[in-house]
């Protein structure tokens, strides 16, 4: 009877070598694969950000911002501070309260 390193050597190691070799070819044929999508992905982005843009275009002049008077009048010419994105208009003040009778 062979030892298991007898068998090895005699059955296994061949196999071995030829797998070794098919999965370096395998890994070669994949690093290949997936530098050209990194190359074909890096050129896809460069597009899309020229189509969007470009990474740092900024208008040259900057569109004037209309000044606002502090109060603003309303139709029955009530004066209220101005309401500027989601902000609540402030609350009224409370009613004055009504002096007693005697």
Do not use: C
Request: glycine fraction near 8%.
């Amino acid at each position: 009877m062979d030892s298991l390193t007898q068998l090895y050597n005699e059955a296994l190691l061949p196999l071995d070598a030829e797998l070794e070799k098919q999965a370096s070819e395998l890994v070669k044929q994949a690093e290949e694969e997936d530098a050209a999508g990194r190359i074909m992905a890096r050129g896809f982005a460069d597009e899309l950000q020229k189509l969007a843009g470009g990474p740092f275009k900024r208008p040259t002049v900057l569109p004037a911002i209309p000044k606002q008077d502090k109060n603003v009048t309303v139709g029955g010419g009530k004066k209220v501070l101005p309401v500027s994105g989601n902000q609540a208009p402030p609350p009224p003040p409370p009613p004055k309260p009504v002096p007693a009778t005697k």
